[in-house]
């Protein structure tokens, strides 16, 4: 039987930061105003859909501080953010890995096409955001 130990509060703030921040990334990757909303809407949907660990990791706490001034900064911190969240659940809780991976892909997929479908440049963003949940753990 596997042991679930409990994630600290800055373990979950690493899984909110790379699951919140890859939609964030997405949402930038073809910025318009109204496009952000069905986005939004649409990336709720999918961290929803989360369970366990997961679940609690992305609904309780506060929400994360993204910088905001360049498209490379958000990078900066979201993606080492999701390799270090699977590094996280890989230790604490392996069977909810691939519950991670899986909520957050859904969501980066769901805010492509929220709003005329997934752009080349929303399509390179979520294979980034996939290279690191494929490579990390």
Known sequence: MIMMQR???EEKLTLKTGAFGAVFMVS???PGV???FRESFAA???LADASGVVK???TSGPLPKLPRDSALEVESVVLPALGRAIEILTEKAPQDVPIYRAVVLAAAD?????HHGVSPAEADVIERIKGVLDAAG
Do not use: F, K, P
């Open 7 to 9: 994630l600290t509060d």
């Open 28 to 30: 930038n990757a073809e």
């Open 34 to 36: 109204l496009a952000v």
């Open 44 to 46: 709720s949907g999918a």
């Open 56 to 58: 609690e990791a992305l």
């Open 110 to 114: 769901r805010t492509a096409q929220a």
